[in-house]
């Protein structure tokens, strides 16, 4: 027997022809030529993008399994053969950095571009992470293509509304699309997988009795995380990919609202939304740039300067804000409209991708074209920090900003150096985020200035202080609409996403979907235990109902508001948390309650913090709604008084406006919550 022990808990040894890696008592590789967990080939790709939506077809011309492995024990060093006396195809080294278990890849023969490893698995184990992932939390029993794009509209090809978009933009979308994938697993085996590459993968996890990753190249290494406890490895994972930036604490003010029509009109609905009581912490304008007409509705006008018509005087207006103790926040993403003078400037300094023919590369982004400011150029990038966000955003009186279209890049795009666009699309999400926080640092900004994103892939954590869910649809959808936003949080949340918040009522409204006033005021009551409250009109505002509009939904949403607010003592807790351990503030059950069998099903409820259980309304016309509670406490409804003892489900009654909140029984915050319950 060959063994390779790095300390007490680690061993990697072959008996025979079998090799395993054991870690704390968990075995997490095992290879032999019977059961092989390693697979090489070549395959052939056909991608297509359309507006951010992504066709993807592979050829696979080969794949053979290298069933044979040798174990040298002087280093560590596994070599893998197709068979026994044929040439080495891939390495293995096993590298043990601090808490990270590593199995170092290396292919000595050139060709190979897909590779396949398998993880041992056991039938009632279940697994989370891949990212944020909206429509499932277990992701057991499906696979997760992992590539940043458009989640698209629906997400469910059985629906019309996803047929209607597909038919035209290849824009419907399916339950594995997501903004921010990321090859990082949580196993309830109390351990986690993490593959080092931005590299296209998908993510296997249909069978008995292994989990298959498939890389379209080879990754530098499979990484391992192994702790006692979901909270530990929650931990283990923040500190390795970077604990998000603490958010400002202007944003517990109360909500930030969504206005895009000119100075005018967000002052009128401003001033109508505090009369009312709403609490507001700022203003979020994306317009400060301009408007433009297309069929998809009102988009922006992406050349990232203040627009004079819209927004007369501004600087003497965010200046008035100011005083009154509200911040203003825009909008902007790493692309720049060919009709626009930013575009010219950037692109004689040569600033912009370029075209495999040669000239500037342009992206069709829906009736307008674009540039592609090239971030893999350091000047490139610098001139983006300094130029747009310095001087043009955060010197003119931003406070924070919707930072949007990581998920863009094309693959045919030609990079400086001849950076592989197939590999720095799903790096683009973090190199997007890191301009805008080195954008923030330079101006002496960190932790005050805000801004939040959609996309993202590994390493995002460190740079973004805030998520966003994306575009849902303005409905209850089952795999695009409120309930998925809580799906999005916990998936991500697991993996050192302690931030994340939505826009309330949704965004999407295409072929006749639009937002109702009962679909705002639960969105509403969902977004008051969240860390940021924030407003949207949408995509076709005139079209959708708007707080404003309905004395009965802004006096509802003035409340939800104050019960924001009023939560401020307990979220700063929850913040000082997650900056200690990593916690993100929307929890799984099962995250506190690891013994309770009945919590690990549950993915449209959440824990904010340990003390309150939420469980949002998500049907339409719904009167009562029942949750589950975690075993081992009492629990204490918060609109009626009345007690419960864990470990069961229960029924309550859920008129808008007394969402299904019940706080933990002991809590040391238990006035604040019941102070917040008085009428």
């Not at 927004?311 to 100011?322: E, I, K, M, T």
């Not at 929850?574 to 995250?591: H, N, V």
């Not at 470990?647 to 040391?668: K, N």
């Amino acid at each position: 027997m060959n063994a390779v022990s790095i300390n007490d808990t680690v061993c990697l040894r072959q008996a025979g022809e079998q090799v395993r890696l054991e870690v704390a008592g968990r075995l997490l590789w095992c290879h032999s030529p019977e059961q092989p967990a390693v697979f090489a080939g070549y395959g052939e790709a056909d991608i297509e993008m359309q507006r951010g939506n992504f066709r993807i077809r592979d050829y696979v011309q080969e794949r053979v399994a290298l069933r044979h492995a040798r174990l040298h024990e002087q280093d560590g060093l596994i070599e893998l053969r197709a068979w026994a006396e044929g040439p080495v195809l891939l390495t293995l080294r096993l590298d043990c950095q601090g808490e990270r278990v590593r199995l170092l890849m290396q292919a000595p023969q050139p060709g190979c571009n897909r590779l396949w490893l398998r993880l041992p698995a056991q039938a009632d184990e279940q697994v989370w992470g891949c990212g944020e992932q909206m429509s499932y939390f277990n992701l057991r029993g499906r696979n997760f293509p992992l590539w940043t794009s458009e989640p698209g509209v629906g997400r469910d090809k059985s629906t019309w509304l996803t047929l209607q978009a597909d038919n035209e933009a290849n824009a419907g979308g399916d339950y594995y699309h997501t903004n921010y994938p990321q090859p990082t697993f949580i196993s309830s085996r109390r351990y986690a997988a993490h593959l080092v590459t931005t590299a296209y993968a998908d993510f296997d996890f249909r069978q008995a009795d292994f989990h298959e990753l498939q890389v379209w190249a080879i990754p530098e290494a499979l990484e391992f995380f192994v702790a006692d406890s979901y909270i530990d490895l929650v931990g283990l994972l923040s500190r390795y990919f970077g604990r998000q930036p603490r958010l400002p604490s202007w944003v517990l003010d109360g909500a930030i609202l969504g206005l895009k029509n000119g100075r005018e009109h967000a002052e009128q609905h401003l001033q109508t939304a505090l009369e009312q009581g709403t609490k507001v912490s700022a203003l979020w304008c994306e317009d400060w740039e301009g408007l433009r007409i297309t069929s998809f509705g009102k988009r922006l006008f992406w050349d990232w300067q203040w627009n004079a018509e819209r927004y007369p005087d501004h600087q003497a207006w965010v200046a008035s804000l100011h005083e009154r103790g509200l911040r203003f926040l825009g909008y902007v993403n790493p692309y720049l409209c060919n009709d626009g003078p930013l575009f010219a400037e950037a692109e004689a300094a040569g600033y912009l991708a370029t075209a495999a023919e040669g000239g500037t590369y342009l992206v069709d982004f829906g009736e307008f074209l674009c540039g592609v400011v090239d971030f893999t150029l350091p000047a490139a990038a610098h001139w983006f920090e300094t130029r747009i966000i310095g001087q043009e955003m955060l010197d003119k009186g931003l406070s924070g900003w919707m930072a949007d279209f990581g998920e863009y890049l094309p693959i045919d795009v030609k990079l400086a150096g001849d950076a592989d666009p197939m590999l720095e699309h799903n790096a683009w999400p973090v190199r997007w985020a890191e301009v805008n926080a080195r954008a923030i640092a330079t101006a002496g900004r960190s932790g005050d200035a805000l801004f939040f994103m959609r996309a993202g892939y590994s390493g995002v954590q460190a740079h973004c202080p805030l998520l966003w869910a994306g575009d849902q649809s303005v409905d209850f959808s089952r795999h695009d609409g409120l309930q998925t936003v809580i799906c999005g949080a916990l998936s991500s949340g697991l993996l050192g996403n302690a931030y994340h918040h939505s826009d309330i009522g949704g965004y999407t409204s295409l072929y006749g979907n639009c937002r109702t006033a009962e679909l705002f005021q639960r969105w509403a009551e969902m977004a008051a235990f969240t860390p940021v409250m924030r407003t949207h009109e949408g995509n076709r505002p005139d079209q959708n109902l708007q707080f404003w509009q309905d004395p009965a939904t802004l006096a509802h949403f003035a409340r939800m508001t104050q019960l924001f607010a009023g939560l401020r003592p307990y979220v700063e807790s929850l913040i000082d948390e997650a900056q200690a351990s990593g916690l993100p503030l929307q929890r799984p059950l099962f995250l506190h309650h690891e013994q309770d069998p009945g919590c690990y099903a549950i993915q449209d409820q959440y824990l904010y913090g340990r003390d309150l259980l939420v469980a949002p309304v998500h049907a339409e016309g719904a009167a009562r709604w029942s949750a589950y509670l975690p075993a081992g406490e009492t629990w204490q409804h918060w609109w009626s008084g009345e007690r419960f003892e864990g470990g069961q489900r229960v029924e309550v009654a859920a008129p808008l406006g007394q969402p299904p909140v019940f706080s933990r029984v002991g809590s040391r915050w238990q006035d604040l919550f019941e102070r917040l319950t008085v009428r």
